[in-house]
């Protein structure tokens, strides 16, 4: 059993420009969720699906912000024209739809904005 | 509105040493569930324990114990003889059952350093 992987590792991009991060939860997960952690903080909550379907967005999720998990498996992060107010580390987790089912995270994408 | 309190910082033990990390929690739920996840310089987020809201017993896993207490709203985590291993930042994190997301909300975490 594979855990949760995520992809880049690293990402350094200039201000303005887009990025997209990827997600592969734990397979027979059917819940894949996004944090954001910043330095010296705790993971914050940013969006979760239940299979395909996106169900809660936060408000830290600008509109410049968009998830995506097509086929219920995989699930992309996209930010378009970053800011350096986004360079954080970007943390993927999975789990089973069972009440209060542990998540299990990923390595994480830090994002470098400069 | 949930929330989680991690009073302690950061925390430097001897190797050997019990050390006691602290957490506190508010929650209007009377369902919910408790976590704490080890982050070490590697940076991935690893899950030691969860707990809900209507088990109140204390658990113990090998050098680890988790107190739980309601009554004070307290989830509190010892590690007996510390370890130099064991140095990463210790995240607690609470669920509510309702709403159905589930999501959690994390402390800002207890840096604990054990020195040999």
């Known amino acids: 059993d594979t855990g949760v992987s995520q992809n880049p590792r690293h990402k350094i991009t200039k201000r303005g420009q887009n990025v997209t991060f990827r997600c592969d939860p734990i397979s027979e997960h059917n819940r894949l969720y996004w944090y954001r952690q910043t330095l010296g903080q705790g993971p914050e909550f940013l969006t979760y699906?239940?299979?395909?379907?996106?169900?809660?967005k936060s408000r830290l999720l600008s509109d410049r912000f968009s998830a995506e998990r097509p086929k219920g498996s995989f699930s992309t992060l996209e930010i378009q024209r970053t800011e350096q107010g986004d360079s954080a580390m970007y943390l993927c987790?999975?789990?089973?739809?069972?009440?209060?089912?542990?998540?299990?995270f990923g390595p994480g994408t830090r994002l470098t904005v400069t | 509105a949930q929330k989680v309190t991690q009073a302690q910082t950061e925390i430097s033990v001897v190797e050997k040493e019990d050390v006691t990390l602290d957490c506190v929690y508010e929650t209007r739920d009377t369902t919910y569930y408790l976590f704490w996840y080890k982050q070490p310089p590697s940076g991935e987020l690893v899950f030691l324990i969860r707990r809900n809201s209507f088990d109140e017993q204390n658990e113990i896993s090998g050098r680890y114990s988790w107190n739980f207490q309601k009554s004070t709203s307290s989830f509190n985590f010892t590690i007996t003889a510390s370890q130099v291993v064991d140095s990463a930042v210790y995240f607690c994190?609470?669920?509510?059952?309702?709403?159905?997301?589930?999501?959690?909300?994390f402390g800002k975490g207890t840096k604990l350093t054990v020195n040999p």
């Open positions: 987790a999975s789990s089973l739809v069972l009440n209060g089912y542990e998540q299990y």
């Open positions: 994190a609470l669920s509510e059952a309702t709403g159905g997301s589930e999501k959690l909300v």
């Open positions: 699906f239940q299979n395909e379907a996106q169900l809660e």
